[in-house]
């Protein structure tokens, strides 16, 4: 009869690399180079990138 096996340890959740989500980012803020550009900016002051 085999012997019963214990139970594993729970194993906590690694803590999630910290990621900017594009939710989180303000407005104005290029996802491309992070440069903060005014809420209102079409496009980053920095790289040209279309902010939406």
């Not at 903060?36 to 939406?52: Q, R």
């Amino acid at each position: 009869e085999p012997e019963p096996v214990a139970e594993p340890e729970p194993v906590a959740e690694p803590e999630p690399v910290a990621e900017p989500e594009p939710e989180s980012q303000q407005p104005g803020d290029c996802p491309e180079c992070d440069t903060v550009n005014a809420p209102d900016s079409k496009f980053c002051e920095e790289c040209g990138n279309s902010l939406g």
